[in-house]
């Protein structure tokens, strides 16, 4: 089936040291989404990429940065994770034009800051 | 700016009780409008949408009305289970801002026995 997959499902780092959540997909969609959602929040959007075009959201802070080598594949880098950093991190995706129908998410990666 | 309000929870009741979640949004456009239903420990699932004003969307006995004169999205559902204890969240896009979803605070729903 096609979907968008995360990985890994749970991870645990130390305080400041780099961390990578990715993100894969098979739905061909040119639009990826990451979003930090804190306990009892609603996700935050933390920037999105349209095709290769990187778009970060203004309140994003400077430690989150990410990387979409292809299509199918979109990754989180948090270079020096805070206590505060601790989420779960959401995935999602859609195809141009089809905002309104279209977005899948992944089912998230849960980061824990140690 | 554009946002979405949600009735504060947790919302508690009874197994066949009926169910509504208030939801509200200010947008500077024509924004299409979702309830995503979130399990615990599990990402979010797309539960219904609408796209204009008066659709009405529904999925798994729940439904809500796209109403444009009061800028409202109410979740309802006749006769909640057990099953369907989880937190919802009311949503918005606007295909002029890249098709970004904008959240609801959510609210969690209790069903018991």
């Known amino acids: 089936d096609a979907m968008v997959i995360q990985n890994p499902r749970y991870q645990v780092t130390q305080f400041g040291k780099p961390v990578t959540l990715s993100c894969s997909q098979t739905?061909?969609?040119?639009?990826m989404y990451w979003y930090q959602q804190k306990s009892s929040q609603a996700p935050k959007l933390l920037f999105h990429?349209?095709?290769?075009?990187?778009?970060n959201e203004a309140d994003t802070p400077d430690n989150f940065q990410s990387r979409r080598p292809n299509t199918s594949f979109c990754f989180l880098d948090i270079r020096s994770p805070g206590l505060g950093d601790a989420a779960m991190y959401l995935c999602?995706?859609?195809?141009?034009?089809?905002?309104?129908?279209?977005?899948?998410f992944g089912s998230g990666t849960r980061l824990t800051v140690v | 700016g554009n946002s979405v309000t949600q009735m504060e929870g947790p919302v508690t009741l009874s197994e066949e009780a009926f169910l509504t979640i208030n939801c509200t949004y200010t947008a500077t456009g024509y924004p299409s409008l979702f309830w995503y239903v979130q399990y615990p420990g599990e990402g979010l699932q797309l539960l219904l949408k609408a796209t204009k004003a008066d659709d009405k969307g529904s999925n798994k006995g729940f439904e809500a009305t796209y109403r444009k004169e009061t800028t409202s999205f109410h979740l309802e559902k006749g006769s909640v289970q057990v099953s369907d204890s989880a937190v919802y969240f009311c949503?918005?896009?606007?295909?002029?801002?890249?098709?970004?979803?904008?959240f609801g605070q959510g609210t969690e729903l209790s069903v018991k026995p």
């Open positions: 990429y349209y095709d290769k075009d990187f778009n």
């Open positions: 739905l061909n969609h040119n639009v």
């Open positions: 999602a995706t859609h195809f141009e034009g089809t905002g309104a129908y279209g977005y899948t």
């Open positions: 949503a918005l896009s606007l295909y002029n801002q890249g098709g970004k979803l904008i």
